[in-house]
């Protein structure tokens, strides 16, 4: 399916793995100019090789996200490589796992800034020159735990709850101008971060990792855990023009995990 979005441009953060070179390389597949930025050098460059070698445009910008100084820089340098900015992905490695007693205040702090506050700044960099052009996408990776919590993300469940709170308002205040916002929601998926809570799980209940790993997808009426492709392709998706219709919503990814009806 050819989605129209060829020549458009976009930002995607954390995209060096996972989930956000999953959706990078599905914007690029449709003709998309991408901006990756994620913190490890080494994986981001491969990233981008692989999307080069495929036939894409790409550039890679090593940021952290939880810094503002760091976002600036990575939306002046897509706009001075290629003038605009049509779609942002917004995406993050999450808060640390762990129960309310294990985290201070400061790891409150850093979670607020790495996973709400680098979505804000992100929306407000690019933000006006999509108003200008009148077109423009916003999609945010959150977690499925905004809908139903998962037991010991207490600081994933609680700030990325904030960001589906923003997203949600953003969409009334900017609809009339052509921009969509959107959240997707993936569930387990084969990622660095869900490799890092079957660990911490599995050293908590004493459990096997495999164990652990069954249990989820016991619990997943596909009975698996998802792969980033799956999810990257409704990010490309929910980008294109054929998804116009769509904002405000918190779209799942995630099997049937979730049980609410809605």
């Known amino acids: 399916m050819d989605l129209g979005l060829r020549g458009k441009v976009a930002i995607v953060a954390a995209a060096s793995k996972g989930l956000g070179r999953a959706c990078a390389e599905e914007l690029a597949a449709e003709g998309v100019k991408v901006v990756l930025c994620a913190r490890g050098e080494e994986a981001l460059e491969a990233a981008r090789l692989a999307i080069v070698d495929g036939g894409g445009d790409a550039i890679a910008i090593r940021a952290d996200v939880s810094r503002a100084e760091d976002i600036e820089r990575v ?56 108003k200008e052009r009148g077109w423009g996408r916003i999609i945010n990776i959150t977690s499925i735990a905004v809908k139903q919590p998962v037991d010991g993300l207490i600081l994933s469940n609680s700030i990325r709850a904030a960001v589906t709170g923003f997203a ?36 908590a209940s004493g459990k096997d990792r495999d164990e652990i790993v069954a ?28 998804a116009a219709y769509i904002t405000a919503q918190s779209i799942p990814v995630d099997g049937g995990w979730i049980r609410s009806l809605l």
């Open 75 to 130: 939306v002046a340098m897509a706009m001075e490589q290629y003038g605009q900015v049509d779609i942002l992905v917004t995406n993050g490695g999450g808060p640390p796992p762990g129960p309310f007693d294990e985290h201070g205040e400061d790891a409150w702090k850093e979670g607020v800034d790495s996973t709400l506050l680098s979505v804000v700044r992100f929306v407000k960099g690019v933000l006006p020159g999509m």
């Open 215 to 242: 249990g989820w997808e016991a619990s997943i009426p596909i009975g698996r855990l998802g792969e980033p492709r799956e999810l990257g392709a409704l990010v490309a998706f929910l980008a294109s023009d054929r």
């Open 168 to 203: 949600r308002t953003l969409a009334n205040e900017v609809g009339r101008n052509g921009i969509t916002v959107n959240n997707v929601m993936p569930g387990f998926t084969w990622t660095d971060r869900v490799d890092e809570l079957a660990e911490k799980q599995s050293a």
